[in-house]
């Protein structure tokens, strides 16, 4: 059974930086890709950047040039590298294990079997 356990969010002024990590175990051949969303109060839940086990990255339109997604080489923590944080950045962000990962129309996208973490919650300050 696939287990994700996110760590790393916290509070922070805007312009500041979080590291996000997400630790995954009982991961199958048919998980293909690892990524982040992010849920804000009221709001729908939308992708944020996504790992394919190639290591091949893709990340939304929203937070280009300043997050930046990775795996560890045993492909089993995928972390997500935060700068130049803004408000709108403010969400409970969610790690999702799944088989297929997509972007498309500057947004990204899980689907297929999807596994997600319990979250963590992320809150910049103006």
């Known amino acids: 059974q696939v287990r994700l356990v996110e760590s790393g969010g916290g509070s922070v002024q805007s312009g500041g930086s979080l590291r996000l990590s997400c630790a995954a175990s009982g991961l199958t051949s048919s998980t293909k890709c690892m990524g982040w969303f992010r849920q804000a109060p009221g709001k729908e839940r939308e992708g944020v950047a996504y790992?394919?086990?190639?290591?091949?990255?893709r990340n939304a339109d929203s937070v280009k040039g300043r997050f930046t997604i990775s795996q560890d080489n045993a492909k089993d923590t995928v972390h997500l590298e935060m700068n130049t944080l803004i408000p709108e950045d403010t969400a409970m962000y969610y790690c999702?294990?799944?088989?297929?990962?997509?972007?498309?129309?500057?947004?990204?996208?899980?689907?297929?079997?999807?596994?997600w973490g319990q979250g963590t919650q992320v809150t910049v300050s103006s």
């Open positions: 790992v394919n086990r190639d290591g091949s990255t």
């Open positions: 999702a294990a799944a088989t297929t990962c997509y972007y498309s129309r500057g947004d990204i996208y899980a689907a297929g079997s999807i596994v």
